[in-house]
Nanobody
Framework: QVQLVESGGGLVQSGGSLRLSCVGS????????MGWYRQAPGKQRELVAQ???????NYAESVKGRFTISRDNAKNTVVLHMNSLKPADADVYYC????????WGQGTQITVSS
């Protein structure tokens, strides 16, 4: 069973930056498009960034130009670089395949102070 572990969240001031990391077990990383999702309490989980196995990326309009996704298939790692953070970015962030295939991890919390 594939397990995903996210890390790197925390408290940051508006305009600041964070780097999220996701490490997974199994072969999911090398085969599938991987993505970062976020979810606020009471809201649906949304996909904010994705990268195909070949390196093609796609971003939600709300984060385009500020977030960058990268992956290292050899290390089963997906990274999300987040710049110019806004209070609206404050959510729990998760990684998974696109569409989701593995069980969701615990996620990592982002808090942005204004």
């Amino acid at each position: 069973q594939v397990q995903l572990v996210e890390s790197g969240g925390g408290l940051v001031q508006s305009g600041g930056s964070l780097r999220l990391s996701c490490v997974g077990s199994g072969s999911i990383f090398s085969i599938y498009t991987m993505g970062w999702y976020r979810q606020a309490p009471g809201k649906q989980r949304e996909l904010v960034a994705q990268m195909s196995s070949g390196g093609r990326t796609n971003y939600a309009e709300s984060v385009k130009g500020r977030f960058t996704i990268s992956r290292d298939n050899a290390k089963n790692t997906v990274v999300l670089h987040m710049n110019s953070l806004k209070p609206a970015d404050a959510d729990v962030y998760y990684c998974n395949a696109c569409p989701p295939l593995a069980s969701w991890g615990q996620g990592t919390q982002i808090t942005v102070s204004s």
